[in-house]
């Protein structure tokens, strides 16, 4: 069998941080990339909106619950069982879409909704913890900005490639060609996912090893969720947490009400691009500026804000020429084309909604990550992140399930974002500079090799990763 953590390239190491988010980032452009792809041609593919909102909010309640005990599972599984088995709820959740599209089952459509949400929150537990504790503290902006790159090559791969086969479509229905090549790919991101280096295996840029603690029986790892809950930082940001994806039922009911279905493809290609675009700003701004960790941080709180008001002050201003009953907008009938000249403004507006999310994100996981540098205690705040963010996802595709009006929609998702973000604000005045002072740091040259060998192993009673284990 190949030693994985040993194979090395020139200065190229397998078991670099880097390394290893770039192939968290390329689970996540398999799985979750396709599924945000299929979610970009509107109602999930559906073209039933409020089926689609059923769903979702089914998905989201279920990884609300799922979400807050994700990242102790991770800590007890380890990251390559607990992502693989993750990843598995997007091909589920892509085959029950193709089968309504075929034979109108509504019900399983539904139900995999469900078995998603509980997947999807252990695959975030394990990649947040990987993204946010294997890299130094330096690097912690850039690497959300490398997985959210790769992660977002998926939603733009799979908008180019719906993009192709819709080209010359018409019609608001996705093809079977889409629905097949798009499951190929979700299905090796379950493989892919074991590529993955538990966290003992990992050594830094210092040669420092990303520090572990006793491997948690089920009873200690409960108290350990507990003490989240006792940290008054991680209950300042629930608002930053609930308002991250409360905004995606909106942008979704307005990209399947507004295009047609080869326009919508472009949508989804173009709102993978402003994501990429926004995780490079964000993390450049949190790593490279010549300040203090802390003053870049609330550098990025301003930007966001700042970057939050415009972008969605020209959204209310589009919003308001429109309502759930209008049957054309901006004087042109819809569904647009994209040969319409009215759909250009609307497009890029999609765009650089895409891109604020994504600086609201990346500001969300900087911020976690320097609360501390403990793989086990990032995958509790991962797995509380995501389960909360799901909550505001559950709410609002509940209340646009139920059709309120989207003038109320779009004033409550941009509320909630500018309430956040001052509290996010107060609790990265208070990070530190650094925590290597107040955290053990172990490098490999001060480990004995025996040690370091027997904790290369798997349990042996278990055979899963040793991912929390003394070092």
């Excluded at 994985?4 to 990339?33: D, E, K, T």
């Excluded at 948690?216 to 989240?228: A, G, H, L, V």
């Amino acid at each position: 069998m190949v030693n994985l953590s040993a194979l090395q390239y020139g200065r190229l190491r397998y078991n670099s941080p880097w390394a290893q988010v770039a192939i968290v980032g390329f689970v996540a452009l398999c799985s979750v990339g396709m599924f945000t792809a299929i979610g970009g041609l509107g109602a999930g593919g559906t073209q039933d909106v409020q089926l689609s909102d059923i769903a979702n909010s089914v998905l989201y309640g279920c990884f609300f619950v799922a979400g807050f005990f994700s990242g102790s599972i991770n800590n007890i599984l380890g990251p390559r069982l607990t992502m693989s088995i993750g990843a598995s709820g997007y091909s589920i959740y892509l085959g029950a879409l193709w089968n309504f599209q075929l034979h109108g089952t509504r019900w399983f459509f539904i139900f995999a909704g469900g078995v998603l949400g509980v997947s999807a929150a252990l695959f975030w537990a394990a990649q947040g913890s990987i993204m946010m504790a294997y890299p130094m503290e330096k690097d912690k902006g850039r690497s959300f900005a490398v997985f959210w790159v790769i992660f977002q090559m998926g939603t733009l791969i799979g908008a180019a490639i719906a993009l192709g086969i819709e080209f010359h479509s018409t019609s608001a229905v996705v093809s079977t060609g889409v629905y097949v090549t798009f499951m190929i790919i979700m299905l090796t991101a379950m493989a892919t996912s074991w590529l993955v280096l538990p966290p003992h295996l990992v050594i830094r840029g210092d040669g420092s090893i990303v520090e572990l603690q006793v491997s948690p029986s089920p009873k200690q790892e409960f108290r350990n969720f507990i003490q989240m809950f006792k940290d008054w930082r991680m209950l300042a940001l629930f608002p930053m947490f609930f308002s991250s994806n409360y905004f995606y039922a909106y942008q979704g009911a307005l990209t399947a009400i507004l295009f047609n279905g080869r326009t919508r493809a472009l949508v989804s290609l173009l709102t993978g691009i402003g994501s990429m675009i926004g995780s490079l700003l964000i993390g450049s701004i949190t790593d490279v500026l010549p300040f203090s960790r802390r003053n870049r941080a609330l550098v990025g709180c301003a930007f966001v804000f700042i970057l939050t008001c415009i972008v969605w002050a020209g959204g209310l201003g589009f919003q308001i020429k429109f309502t759930r009953a209008s049957v054309e907008v901006l004087g042109v009938a819809i569904p647009w084309d994209w040969t319409f000249g009215v759909a250009a403004g609307p497009i890029i507006l999609m765009l650089a909604y895409y891109l604020v999310d994504t600086t609201i994100q990346g500001l969300a996981y900087y911020t976690m990550s320097s609360m501390t540098n403990d793989p086990c205690k990032l995958a509790r705040m991962a797995g509380y992140y995501k389960g909360i963010q799901s909550a505001g996802g559950a709410v609002s595709f509940g209340m646009d399930a139920v059709k309120t009006a989207y003038l109320g929609e779009i004033l409550i998702s941009w509320l909630l974002i500018l309430v956040s973000l001052p509290v996010c604000a107060l609790v990265v005045y208070r990070i530190r500079d650094t925590n290597y002072e107040v955290e053990t740091v172990k490098h490999v040259e001060e480990m004995e090799p025996e040690t370091f060998r027997e904790i290369s192993q798997p349990d042996e009673h278990t055979g899963l990763d040793r991912s929390c284990d003394e070092i």
